[in-house]
């Protein structure tokens, strides 16, 4: 019999996927379609440079050596892990406010360093929250996860939907999923496209502070939120006592 956390926790899910599923509104599509427009008026050789950059500093932390060491927790409730994730993620948000404001009130050039600092700051929640879930993040196949829950947080709702269904179905995904075949032009367009109108305004003068605070606080907690989502999937998969959540193919459309 599952708990009134747990229940709590299964409903606001079930919101969560079928949010993930909806089709593309239509100023999702025009916003969409304007964001391919610019990208194409870029030339190829601007976003080879692009894509290999912003997969380089991802590698980098995510398949780096300094992570080989975190351990998974390995007991705990549902309620207590969230606990400690939601903590975590508030110490991660606090500190990628203060490296916002930080480099927004530098100017353009120190605007310009926070994408990559960011980035790393991210990645490591992400780490942090898998642990906390009892994931081991020295495995290829949790850190290829963690890059589905990347991309999933900051993407086109068209994107969203087909992360969405490779996280749902991540046995699957798992049995094909490398390094080598993710699409990381997708990935790095993505990203530019999401955060490009959240940031701008960090690279100029006097309201770059407040701008890139409040940025880097908002998308730190969205990350964080749907990663509780994604690991939440895959709690109540595997756990066979409780009541599983409805399929994602049975869901309404």
């Known amino acids: ?33 304007l964001q391919a427009r610019l990208n194409a008026m870029l030339p190829e050789k601007v976003h080879r ?19 080989t060491t975190r351990q998974p927790v390995a007991e705990g409730t549902l309620a207590e892990r969230e606990a400690r994730v939601r903590a975590r993620i508030r110490n991660y948000r606090n500190a990628a406010a203060v490296e916002g404001g930080a480099t927004g009130a530098g100017g353009f050039l120190l605007g310009l360093a926070d994408f990559p600092l960011l980035l790393g700051i991210k990645l490591k929640l992400l780490f942090d929250i898998a642990a906390l879930y009892g994931h081991d993040v020295r495995q290829l196949s949790e850190r290829l996860y963690l890059l589905h829950i990347f991309q999933l947080a900051f993407s086109s709702q068209h994107t969203r939907r087909e992360t969405y269904h490779q996280l749902a179905a991540w046995p699957t995904t798992e049995a094909t999923a490398t390094a080598e075949t993710f699409d990381w032009r997708q990935f790095q367009q993505e990203y530019r496209d999401y955060i490009d109108l959240a940031k701008m305004a960090q690279l100029l003068p006097v309201v770059g502070a407040a701008v890139g605070a409040v940025a880097n606080y908002r998308l730190l907690a969205q990350l964080g939120e749907t990663a509780i989502m994604a690991y939440r999937l895959r709690w109540f998969a595997q756990a066979p006592e409780l009541p599983l959540v409805a399929s994602p193919d049975v869901l309404p459309e």
Do not use: C
């Open 1 to 33: 019999m599952p708990n009134p956390y747990d229940q709590q926790a299964q409903t606001d899910l079930r919101a969560w996927q079928q949010r993930m599923r909806q089709k593309p509104t239509l100023l999702n599509r025009f916003t969409r379609q």
């Open 49 to 67: 440079v692009l894509t290999a950059t912003i997969q380089k500093m991802v590698e980098g932390v995510l398949f780096g050596s300094q992570h």
